[in-house]
């Protein structure tokens, strides 16, 4: 089969994941764009959908190999927090103590690892 590619890593029932993996990526990517470029309500919608994006995954564990569904959820919470720091970013802190912006820079830092 020359499709197979595309659903032969799923279990049976969710031979259809890659659709919703592909909407995921296209909304992601494209879908915001419909929203003020640069907003805090971009980068919000944005992690809302990530947040949708990780109960399904953990809902429905959708790859044959248990240790790829975990993966592939932590991946989901790695973006989550990609856009969470991209919103904490976006708070000014210039009016912050020089102790204030280390900790945040620190904790930013740790977050990229969890």
Do not use: H
Not at 58 to 71: E, G, H, M, S, V
Not at 81 to 103: T, W
Request: charged share 20%; proline share 4%.
């Amino acid at each position: 089969l020359r499709l197979a590619f595309l659903y032969r890593n799923y279990e049976p029932i969710c031979y259809d994941f890659e659709v919703f993996e592909t909407l995921r990526k296209l909304v992601l990517t494209g879908g915001l764009i419909f929203l003020k470029p640069g907003t805090g309500a971009q980068i919000i919608m944005a992690m809302l959908m990530c947040m949708a994006a990780m109960r399904v995954y953990a809902a429905k564990k959708p790859f044959i190999d248990p240790d790829i569904d975990t993966l592939s959820e932590a991946a989901q919470y790695q973006l989550y927090f990609v856009m969470f720091s991209a919103l904490a970013i976006r708070v000014n802190l210039d009016d912050e103590s020089l102790q204030d912006q280390k900790m945040f820079d620190w904790m930013m830092l740790i977050m990229q690892f969890l």
